[in-house]
């Protein structure tokens, strides 16, 4: 299973940077594989708050829809899910002097019969997760 996980300190506060991330429909922002996103439901960020979004993989356009499970001042959890692809990111955030602790988790896993391609998304994934973890450092600062 393709994993990632990037701690990224920042001087802006836990609130402002978990509001942020966990609006997804952000994500073009600072992740230079997502070509779009859209939120589907208006007013505070919630359990249920959903996203559409469009990402670049491969040379292809994969349409994910992002849905947020868990949701509290310290963290938040989205996941998406095709009949080919879950993938599960955990956003947390933790005081640290005037500043913050960003952590991102993201988690990508092909089922079904194309589980045994997991090693190959690995490496793309690492690539893709360097990039959006740039723009999220450039954001962040």
Same mark, same amino acid.
């Given at each position: 299973m393709p994993h990632v996980?990037?701690? =990224?300190?920042?001087?802006? +506060? +836990?609130?402002e940077v978990l509001a942020y991330m966990a609006d997804f429909s952000h994500a073009p922002e600072?992740? +230079?594989?997502? @070509?779009?996103a859209t939120r589907l439901d208006e007013g505070a960020l919630r359990v249920t708050s959903s996203f559409d979004l469009v990402v670049r993989s491969g040379g292809r356009s994969? !349409?994910?829809?992002? *849905?947020?499970? *868990?949701?509290? /001042?310290r963290h938040a959890t @989205?996941?998406?899910? #095709? !009949?080919?692809? /879950?993938?599960?990111?955990? @956003?947390?955030? $933790? !005081?640290? %002097?005037? %500043? #913050?602790v960003f952590t991102y988790d993201a988690r990508l896993t092909l089922i079904g019969v194309w589980r045994v391609f997991n090693p190959v998304l690995a490496i @793309?994934?690492?690539?893709? $997760?360097? &990039? $959006? *973890? $740039? %723009? =999220?450092? &450039?954001k962040l600062a």
């Open positions: 996980v990037v701690r =990224i300190t920042t001087s802006r +506060p +836990p609130a600072w992740d +230079p594989s997502v @070509l779009s994969l !349409p994910l829809r992002y *849905e947020v499970t *868990e949701l509290d /001042e @989205l996941s998406a899910r #095709t !009949p080919t692809l /879950e993938s599960v990111d955990t @956003l947390s955030v $933790a !005081p640290v %002097g005037d %500043g #913050t @793309l994934f690492r690539s893709l $997760a360097a &990039k $959006a *973890e $740039a %723009g =999220i450092r &450039k």
